[in-house]
């Protein structure tokens, strides 16, 4: 059974980075799945904000395009998500998905304020 789990959120300042990890287990063909990070702020919904094929090609949400860098290391099972230029308005809590089912991990919190 898969199972992801996510590292590396915490509290950073305007203006700060976090790099984010998302470590997955229980399958071998890791690298043939598209991998995705989400988030959910409090009293919103869930919502896109970066994945990545088994390809390598990226996506992201708008208001985070310039700022945000998905990335993997199939040979570790994991993908990444570099966070630059953070915003208050990009606290919330993140999460990654295995492909397009209901495959998440439990979250981690990122909160930006000064």
Excluded: H
Excluded at 25 to 46: D, E, N, V
Excluded at 75 to 94: C, G, I, R
């Amino acid at each position: 059974q898969v199972r992801l789990v996510e590292s590396g959120g915490g509290l950073v300042q305007p203006g700060g980075s976090l790099r984010l990890s998302c470590a997955a287990s229980g399958s071998s063909i890791f690298r043939l799945f598209t991998m995705g990070w989400y988030r959910q702020a409090p009293g919103k919904q869930r919502e896109l904000v970066a994945s990545i094929t088994s390809g390598g090609s990226t996506n992201y949400a708008d208001s985070v395009k310039g700022r945000f860098t998905i990335s993997r290391d199939n040979d570790k099972n994991t993908v990444y998500l570099q966070m630059n230029s953070l915003k208050p308005e990009d606290t919330a809590v993140y999460y990654c998905r295995w492909g397009a089912g209901t495959i998440f991990g439990q979250g981690t919190q990122v909160t930006v304020s000064s």
